[in-house]
C-alpha cells in the first residue's frame, strides 16, 4: 500500500499520522476481499509469502495465520514504520523498494502487493521482479484500484454536498495522475499477468457503494492531502472543511474506486 517512486514522492506520505488511520480504513474494507483470493489460492501451512508495500500489519498477520509456525511472511515496504510491531515469529520486517532491489532470495509461494503498482512509474519493472520471486507452482495476486472505471465519490449525486465531494475527488485524481499513477491500471491486471508468463489467471473487482470505513478513509485521505489541494487551486480551505464537516455528519453515500484482484499461477 505504500511503495512509491520517490523522485516523484507519494502523495499519502506513511510518515503523515493519518497514515494509521488510513491503515486501518483499507483494511477493513478489503481485507476480506483480499483473504477470500488467498484462501482460494490455497495458501496454508508451511508457506513462504512475500507481502510488497504492506504499509500496515494487517495483512502479514493474516498471511502469518495462515502459514503457521512453519511458514515464513515477509513484510517489505520503502517505509516500514507501521509494522516494527508486528516482526519476530514467522513475520519479517524489510526495507525494500520492488522498482529498485532484487528479489529477496528463496523462492515463494505467495507474492502479494494491494494498492501499490498503480502508484509506480515503473510498474513493468516491479512485476519481473515480482515474477522472479516465485517458485514454480507459485502464486502472484496482485489488488489495484481502477479510479477511471468508477470515478465517483457519491455515485448518488443527489445534491450540492455529494457535487463537491466528487469534485474534491476528482482534485485527488488529478493529484494522483500528476505523480504517475496510472488511474486505469487496474483493468489491466489479467492480460498483464498473461503476458508475464502466468497461467492460469483470473479477476474480479470489488467495491462498497457505502460503509462507515469509506467515510474515515475520506477523512483520513483529505487531511493528508489538503495542502495540496489549496496550493494547485483544486479546492479552497472552506470547501475543504465544508466536505469533512459533511462527511463527519454522516449526510453523504461515500464509495471508493473499485479494486481489481488478479491472480496467476508460475508454470
Not at 30 to 49: E, K, Q, S
Not at 66 to 76: D, K, N
Not at 132 to 146: Q, S, W, Y
Request: charged share 25%; aromatic share 4%; hydrophobic share 40%.
Amino acid at each position: 500500500m505504500a511503495e512509491h517512486d520517490a523522485e516523484r514522492g507519494y502523495l499519502l506520505d506513511n510518515r503523515q499520522s493519518q497514515a494509521g488511520v488510513r491503515f486501518g480504513a483499507l483494511a477493513e474494507l478489503f481485507d476480506p476481499v483480499t483473504f477470500r483470493h488467498v484462501d482460494r489460492l490455497g495458501i496454508g501451512p508451511g508457506m513462504r509469502c512475500w507481502e510488497i508495500g504492506a504499509g500496515g500489519p494487517s495483512v502479514p498477520l493474516g498471511l502469518a495465520e495462515r502459514v503457521g509456525p512453519t511458514g515464513t511472511v515477509l513484510a517489505t515496504d520503502i517505509d516500514v514504520s507501521w509494522m516494527h510491531h508486528v516482526a519476530g515469529g514467522v513475520i519479517e520486517v524489510q526495507t525494500h523498494d520492488v522498482t529498485a532491489d532484487p528479489p529477496p532470495p528463496g523462492g515463494f509461494d505467495l507474492v502479494h502487493a494491494r494498492l501499490v503498482l498503480v502508484h509506480l512509474a515503473d510498474r513493468a519493472e516491479a512485476l519481473r521482479t515480482m515474477v522472479r520471486a516465485l517458485r514454480p507452482g507459485g502464486r502472484l495476486l496482485l489488488e489495484d484500484a481502477d479510479p477511471a472505471l468508477q470515478p465517483l465519490l457519491c455515485p448518488d449525486e443527489s445534491g450540492p454536498e455529494q457535487r463537491l465531494a466528487n469534485r474534491l475527488r476528482s482534485g485527488f485524481r488529478t493529484l494522483m495522475a500528476e505523480r504517475g499513477a496510472d488511474l486505469s491500471y487496474g483493468r489491466t491486471l489479467p492480460r498483464v499477468l498473461r503476458e508475464a508468463g502466468l497461467a492460469g489467471v483470473q479477476a474480479d473487482a470489488y467495491f462498497p457503494i457505502t460503509s462507515p470505513a469509506c467515510a474515515v478513509l475520506e477523512e483520513a485521505t483529505v487531511r493528508q492531502i489538503r495542502h495540496r489541494l489549496v496550493e494547485q487551486g483544486l479546492a479552497t480551505d472552506e470547501e475543504i472543511d465544508r466536505h469533512l464537516a459533511n462527511v463527519a455528519a454522516g449526510r453523504l453515500d461515500l464509495a471508493t474506486a473499485p479494486m481489481i484482484s488478479a491472480s496467476g499461477r508460475r508454470p
